[in-house]
C-alpha cells in the first residue's frame, strides 16, 4: 500500500478537522438558534398562561359573586359565572388577532363536552395527579402531524368550585338544564379539575431554524475551504519545500550506501517517513563515526601516556592544554595540573630568544625537526632538548597551536663531548709515543756527549758550565719524554680493594700542612657508608693529588677546597667531586683543559699534563671524569668510578 505524502495528509487531515469544524458550528448555531426560539415561546405561553389565569381569577372573585347577587338562588349565567366559559372566550378573542397558538381548557371528566381531555391531555391530567408537587408541565409534542411547543398549568378543585362541581344536587338548576348531569361532578377539595393548556406550532419556526442552520454551514464550508486553500499554500510553501530540502541536506550527508555506489534512497512518499529514515541512517553514520573516533582517541591517548618522550600540546595564546606523563617527569611537574598552571610554555626555555626563534619558525615553516635548545626544568636545572614539532591549523589555516615531542639529550652531548675527548687524546697519545721514542734517541746521544765532555774536566770554566746548562735541560726534556710515555702508555694498573675515603685522607694529609701554610681550607664531606671498591689505589691517588694541587694552584691566595664521596646512580657508581672558589675555568678554555701540554700556569709550574694523565687513568678504571665550571664562580671536578657489585 502506498503511503500518503505530508501534502496529501495534511490535505485529507485539514479537510476532515474542517469539515468537522463546520458540522460543529452549524450544531451550536442550530442549538443557539433553537434555544433563542424556545425563550421566545415559553415567554409567549407564559404571557397567556397569565391571562387565562387572570380572566378565571376575575370571574371567581370579581365577577361571578356580582352576577349572583342579582341572580335568583339557582340562576347560573355561564357568560358571567363560569371561569371555563369566560377563560375559552377571552382566549379565543385573543386568537382571532393572534392565531399561531391554541387554548384548551382540558378536562377528563368535563360539564362542557368542548373542554373533554384527549389521550395526551389526559395523561397530563393523570400525572398532575401523581405528582401534588407538580403544578405545570412544558415540552415539545407532535400531534396532527405538526409539532408544538405545550405548555400546562393544573386547576385543583377548592371549596367554592365544589357548590357546582360536588354533588349534582347541590349545584344550580340553570346549570343542569343547560349542562346536563352527566359529567362535570363528583370533584372534591384538592382534585386536578382541568389544566389551561397552551399549544403553540413550531414546526415553521425549525424549519427556519434548520435553514438558517445549513446556511451557516454552507458559508462555514465555503469560508473556510478558502482559508483551507490558504493554509494549504502556506504549508507547502513553509513546511513540504523545507522538508524536502532537508532531506536533500541529509541525502548529501548520507552520501552513497556502504557497498554501493547508488545514493541513499527512501521509497516511501511519505516526507517525515523519508526524515526519518535520514535521521536514522545519518544518526547510525555518526554513531559509527562517534565509535571510531573514540577508538581513535583510545588509541592516541594510549600513544600519548605511554610515549617514552615529552608530548606537549600548545594552544596559540602559547599556552600549555596537556602533557604526557613522560613530560612531567622531564621537567619534575608534580602532576599535570601545575603544568598547565603556566602562563606561556616560553618559561621552560632557558634563553627566552630560542623559544622566539622556535615560534618564528613554526609560524612560517609550520613545522621543526630535531631542534637542539636549552632548557629548565621545574627547579631551574639547565637540560639539554632536541624538539620536533608541528603546527596545527584551524579549518580557515590559521594557526590554532603546537604539538611538540621533546627529547632530552644532555647526558647525549656530555657522552658526545666524552667520547671526543676520549678519541682526541688517543690521537694526541699515539702522537706523543712517537715524537717520544723520535726525541729520547737523540736526547740520550746529546746527555751522553755532555757527560763525555764534563768527565773530561776541561780547563776552560765557561765548558763546564756550558755542559751543566746542556745537561740541565737534557734532563728536562727527558722528563717531558717520559711523561708523554707515561701518557701513551696503557700499562695494566694493579686492582686491588681499596677504601676511598682512606686514600684521600693519605693525600690530604700529605698536603694538608702546605696548604694550611698558604692560608687553605680543606673541607671533608665523606660518605661514612662507602663500600670498599677494586681499584689501582696508586693511580687514583695520583689522580687525586693532580686535581688538589691544580684546586690550590687555581687560587694563590688561599680559598676553600671541598672533597666530597657518595654513592650515585642507585648504589652502582661512587662519586668523588674536588671543588674550589677560585675564579672558574673559562668557556673558551674548559673544552681544551684535558688536552697533553694544555696549561694557564707559567712556564715553570707544569707541562700541561697531570689533567691528561688523570683522564687517562679515570678512563682505564672504566670511569669518566668531568668538569663543572664558569668564570668567577669557581670549578668542580667530579668523578665516577664503578663500584663492586655483589
Not at 736526547?443 to 765557561?462: H, R, T
Not at 691544580?550 to 674536588?578: F, Y
Request: proline share 4%.
Amino acid at each position: 500500500m502506498k503511503t500518503l505524502s505530508v501534502k496529501a495528509k495534511f490535505q485529507f487531515g485539514a479537510g476532515c478537522i474542517l469539515f468537522l469544524y463546520c458540522v460543529a458550528a452549524t450544531t451550536i448555531a442550530y442549538h443557539f438558534l433553537k434555544g433563542m426560539v424556545s425563550d421566545e415561546i415559553y415567554k409567549e405561553t407564559q404571557l397567556l398562561e397569565s391571562t387565562a389565569d387572570a380572566t378565571r381569577t376575575y370571574v371567581k372573585d370579581i365577577l361571578r359573586p356580582r352576577v349572583a347577587a342579582l341572580m335568583p338562588p339557582d340562576g347560573f349565567l355561564p357568560q358571567a359565572m363560569s371561569t371555563s366559559y369566560v377563560g375559552r372566550e377571552v382566549m379565543s378573542r385573543i386568537r382571532e388577532r393572534f392565531p399561531e397558538f391554541e387554548y384548551r381548557r382540558a378536562a377528563g371528566n368535563p360539564m362542557n363536552p368542548v373542554n373533554q381531555a384527549d389521550e395526551f391531555e389526559k395523561e397530563r391530567l393523570q400525572w398532575f395527579s401523581e405528582n401534588p408537587d407538580r403544578s405545570e408541565w412544558q415540552g415539545m409534542i407532535n400531534k396532527h402531524g405538526n409539532a408544538y411547543y405545550t405548555r400546562m398549568r393544573a386547576i385543583y378543585a377548592e371549596s367554592e368550585c365544589l357548590q357546582c362541581h360536588g354533588h349534582p344536587a347541590d349545584s344550580p338548576s340553570d346549570m343542569k338544564a343547560i349542562y346536563g348531569i352527566a359529567g362535570g361532578y363528583g370533584y372534591h377539595e384538592g382534585d386536578v379539575v382541568a389544566a389551561d393548556t397552551i399549544y403553540i406550532p413550531v414546526g415553521f419556526s425549525f424549519v427556519r431554524i434548520k435553514e438558517a442552520a445549513w446556511l451557516t454551514f454552507l458559508v462555514a464550508t465555503v469560508s473556510l475551504f478558502f482559508l483551507w486553500g490558504l493554509f494549504y499554500l502556506l504549508f507547502n510553501r513553509t513546511v513540504v519545500l523545507e522538508l524536502k530540502g532537508l532531506l536533500s541536506t541529509f541525502r548529501n550527508i548520507a552520501g552513497p550506501a556502504k557497498n554501493s555506489e547508488a545514493p541513499l534512497v527512501f521509497s516511501s512518499g511519505d516526507e517525515i517517513a523519508q526524515l526519518k529514515g535520514a535521521f536514522e541512517t545519518v544518526a547510525g553514520e555518526l554513531q559509527q563515526a562517534h565509535d571510531d573516533l573514540k577508538n581513535s582517541e583510545a588509541k592516541y591517548r594510549l600513544i600519548f601516556e605511554t610515549s617514552q618522550h615529552a608530548i606537549i600540546i600548545i594552544d596559540s595564546r602559547k599556552q600549555v592544554k596537556d602533557i604526557n606523563a613522560a613530560g612531567m617527569a622531564l621537567f619534575g611537574f608534580r602532576d599535570r595540573a601545575e603544568a598547565l598552571s603556566m602562563e606561556s610554555f616560553f618559561q621552560i626555555f632557558f634563553d627566552t630568544r630560542d623559544a622566539t626563534r622556535f615560534m618564528q619558525t613554526m609560524t612560517e615553516k609550520g613545522f621543526v625537526q630535531g631542534l637542539e635548545v636549552e632548557m629548565v626544568d621545574r627547579s631551574g636545572s639547565k637540560m639539554s632538548i632536541m624538539v620536533s614539532a608541528t603546527a596545527r591549523r584551524d579549518e580557515n589555516g590559521m594557526f590554532a597551536g603546537i604539538t611538540a615531542m621533546l627529547r632530552d639529550v644532555t647526558e647525549m652531548r656530555r657522552m658526545d663531548k666524552y667520547l671526543a675527548q676520549t678519541e682526541k687524546l688517543a690521537s694526541i697519545g699515539q702522537l706523543a709515543s712517537g715524537v717520544a721514542h723520535e726525541i729520547n734517541n737523540p736526547l740520550g746521544v746529546i746527555q751522553c756527549y755532555a757527560n763525555l765532555i764534563a768527565k773530561s774536566k776541561p780547563s776552560d770554566p765557561q765548558v763546564l758550565s756550558d755542559v751543566g746548562i746542556i745537561r740541565k735541560h737534557t734532563e728536562q726534556c727527558r722528563s717531558v719524554v717520559e711523561a708523554l710515555l707515561n701518557f701513551s702508555r696503557s700499562a695494566e694498573p694493579c686492582m686491588n680493594k681499596t677504601d676511598i675515603n682512606a686514600c684521600i685522607e693519605e693525600v690530604v694529609s700529605v698536603l694538608d700542612l702546605q696548604l694550611q701554610k698558604d692560608n687553605f681550607t680543606i673541607e671533608r664531606q665523606f660518605d661514612a657508608t662507602l663500600p670498599r671498591i677494586t681499584v689501582d689505589g696508586n693511580k687514583i691517588t695520583q689522580v687525586l693529588m693532580n686535581l688538589l694541587i691544580n684546586a690550590s694552584q687555581a687560587m694563590p691566595d688561599g680559598g676553600r677546597i671541598v672533597v666530597k664521596t657518595a654513592l650515585a646512580k642507585e648504589g652502582k657508581e661512587l662519586a668523588i667531586s674536588i671543588s674550589d672558589t677560585g675564579p672558574g675555568i673559562s668557556k673558551e678554555n674548559i673544552t681544551k683543559i684535558f688536552d697533553p701540554f694544555f696549561t694557564t700556569k707559567g712556564p715553570e709550574k707544569g707541562t700541561g699534563l697531570g689533567l691528561s694523565v688523570s683522564y687517562g687513568i679515570v678512563q682505564q678504571h672504566g670511569g669518566s671524569i668531568t668538569v663543572d665550571s664558569s668564570h668567577g664562580k669557581g670549578t668542580t671536578f667530579n668523578i665516577l668510578l664503578p663500584a663492586d657489585q655483589p
